[in-house]
């Protein structure tokens, strides 16, 4: 398996809803991260999970709140949402000391936020 | 702070023609470059990476880059374009002592290909 999955694809929200977006992979990867991406832009770090445990907060507003209850699996939950948190949220993965392996993504979750 | 400059925003390309996309990094002793692609609404794929050796890398789909450590540069090449090819593309760096997770990206070349 030399997949990341996430869930769900698509995902509308209004501003007051929780919602949270799921990430998994059975590659035997101990780093684990978010990013976000804008329409027409790079996609940007948010955090970074190493052995299960944040290693890198890039400031991230609290309404963003990770988790990552074992080595395959990472969440984001969501809470209290703005219109321009809307973008495609990216998990990724990769060996511990990831600048040397390389990243795999996985397809994203595209997020709008009403 | 490390960069990495990828000159050209968009290039379209004919269909069969080659294709050279531009991208520079921020000079560091100890650098991993690669390339990524994505589709519309779809997450990054890896092309190709650098890590060390051979200066000329190939990846999938028949695409190939070059690293060139006197220019600072790692441009992606290929000999003959298919219209499935049509897509943005990311040039990436990460730096040794930077972070063992940080991954410096370009802005992105959409890429495309003319029928």
């Known amino acids: 398996d030399t997949e990341v999955t996430q869930t769900p694809k698509h995902l509308v929200m209004g501003m007051t809803n929780k919602k949270s977006l799921k990430c998994e992979q059975h590659m035997g990867h101990r780093a684990m991260y978010w990013y976000k991406q804008k329409a027409k832009k790079p996609p940007e770090l948010m955090f970074v999970?190493?052995?299960?445990?944040?290693?890198i907060n890039e400031s991230v507003p609290s309404r963003f709140s990770p988790e990552c209850p074992n080595s395959s699996l990472l969440n984001l939950h969501l809470h209290a949402l703005q219109p321009e948190d809307s973008a495609l949220y990216l998990c990724?993965?990769?060996?511990?000391?990831?600048?040397?392996?390389?990243?795999?993504f996985g397809s994203g979750t595209r997020l709008t936020v009403v | 702070a490390q960069s990495v400059t990828q000159l050209d925003s968009q290039v379209p390309v004919f269909e069969e023609a080659p294709v050279e996309l531009r991208c520079n990094y921020s000079?560091?002793?100890?650098?991993?470059l690669f390339w990524y692609v994505q589709y519309p609404n779809q997450g990054l794929q890896l092309l190709l990476k650098?890590?060390?050796?051979?200066?000329l890398v190939k990846g999938i789909n028949g695409f190939e880059a070059e690293f060139n450590k006197s220019q600072t540069s790692f441009h992606l090449r290929k000999p003959s374009v298919h219209i499935s090819d049509t897509a943005e593309y990311f040039c990436?760096?990460?730096?040794?002592?930077?972070?063992?997770?940080?991954?410096?990206f370009g802005k992105g070349t959409k890429l495309s290909v003319i029928p």
């Open positions: 000079s560091s002793v100890s650098v991993y």
């Open positions: 990724a993965s990769s060996q511990v000391g990831g600048q040397s392996y390389g990243y795999t």
């Open positions: 650098y890590l060390s050796g051979s200066t």
């Open positions: 999970y190493s052995y299960e445990k944040l290693s």
């Open positions: 990436a760096a990460s730096y040794s002592g930077a972070g063992s997770y940080q991954l410096t």
